[in-house]
């Protein structure tokens, strides 16, 4: 059964870093395509990019390039490293796969402020 774990969300200042983890099990992350989505206060779930089994990555135009997807199939884990925070994403932030389209985790939350 799949099931997604996402962690490392947290209270940080404009400028900040922080890098999420999602811990997968039931199925290998190095088999499926992995996503990262976020949810503002009073906004809809937006994409924010994904991981293809091969290690290629995309991602949306919302992101400013300070987030960066990556993989450790060994430990079957996906991150999201986040740089440069603003304000704008605070947030729930989830993962996803393909193996499970329709299955969500329970989020881990962001919150950029001084």
């Known amino acids: 059964q799949v099931h997604l774990v996402e962690s490392g969300g947290g209270l940080v200042q404009p400028g900040g870093s922080l890098r999420l983890a999602c811990a997968a099990s039931?199925?290998?992350?190095?088999?499926?395509?992995m996503m990262w989505f976020r949810q503002r206060p009073g906004k809809t779930r937006g994409w924010l990019g994904s991981?293809?089994?091969?290690?290629?990555?995309n991602y949306s135009g919302s992101v400013k390039g300070g987030f960066t997807i990556s993989r450790d199939n060994a430990k079957n884990t996906l991150y999201l490293q986040m740089d440069s925070l603003e304000p704008e994403d605070t947030g729930v932030y989830y993962c996803?796969?393909?193996?499970?389209?329709?299955?969500w985790g329970q989020g881990t939350q962001v919150i950029v402020s001084s």
């Open positions: 996803k796969t393909s193996a499970a389209i329709d299955y």
């Open positions: 039931g199925f290998s992350v190095s088999d499926y395509v």
């Open positions: 991981s293809a089994s091969d290690g290629r990555t």
